[in-house]
């Protein structure tokens, strides 16, 4: 049964677009909290276009459970997270171009660097995840790195069409999930995922952890954060088909 991430960079997002106080992520964490959420996942830009320093720091005051802390794989982002001392750090690529993350972590080229920045974050206490692609190669570059999960990126599967082209990805995607399995990495998932289309994911047996922001934070726009968290849990959790 997959714990639930609720990401909140999006109620940041509707924060800054006025520049103000409200709404605040802190509330909204709170809240996710008290609809069920498992984990809270954030990611900290570094042109800090939504979550900021501050939120980073009162999350880790008032957050009862487990904190993920998404980030690039820089120096001064894996200052802050060792500052901060957040349950996990997810690293991911960042683009200053992109609207969200587009694809996962390049490992295979970028092995030592990330290496090292791995070693950093454990020697801290911090477990470390990897966002990357559904590929055999970076799943087992991955382990090669030392993390101790990674969350593989979901968009292929969320904007495939309907059958056919969804149950080929898919049937991918559930191989990569093995591979991911097999290296003794703890298998995480995210980027796209949304009411319609989670269950699929959510049923796949070795899977531990699900991230979800967008779909969620529209939908609390609606509902409230707590009845949205609340819905999407039901789905993650529900074994049936």
């Known amino acids: 049964m997959p714990r639930l991430g609720v990401n909140i960079d999006h109620v940041a997002t509707v924060r ?8 605040d992520p802190v509330w909204a964490a709170a809240l996710a909290q008290l609809g069920g959420a498992d984990a809270i996942t954030f990611h ?5 276009r939504h979550i900021q320093d501050r939120d980073a720091r009162v999350l880790k005051e008032t957050v009862t459970v487990k904190l993920n802390f998404e980030c690039a794989c820089t ?11 957040p349950t996990d750090v997810l690293l991911v690529p960042e683009s200053r171009q992109e609207i969200t993350t587009e694809g996962g972590l390049n490992v295979v080229a970028k092995q030592n660097d990330i290496r090292r920045a791995v ?5 801290a206490g911090i477990s470390v995840s990897l966002f990357v692609d559904p590929e055999v190669a970076q799943i087992a570059a991955a382990h090669a790195a030392g993390a101790d999960s990674v969350e593989l990126h979901t968009g292929s599967y969320a904007l495939a069409k309907l059958n056919p082209e969804r149950a080929e990805v898919l049937q991918s995607f559930r191989r990569a999930c093995e591979v991911t399995v097999q290296h003794g990495l703890q298998l995480h ?5 949304t009411y319609a289309n989670v269950r699929a994911i ?3 047996p070795e899977m531990r952890e699900l991230n979800i922001g967008h779909s969620i934070v529209s939908r609390a726009i609606m509902v409230g954060m707590s009845q949205a968290v609340r819905e999407m849990k039901a789905l993650v959790t529900t074994h049936e088909e």
Do not use: N, Y
């Open 202 to 204: 959510a049923l796949i």
């Open 16 to 23: 800054q677009a006025r520049r103000t106080f409200e709404p």
């Open 44 to 48: 900290l830009r570094e042109d800090r």
């Open 189 to 193: 998932a995210g980027h796209g995922l």
């Open 75 to 85: 120096k001064e982002m894996l200052d802050i997270a060792i500052d901060v001392k």
């Open 119 to 123: 070693d950093r974050l454990h020697q």
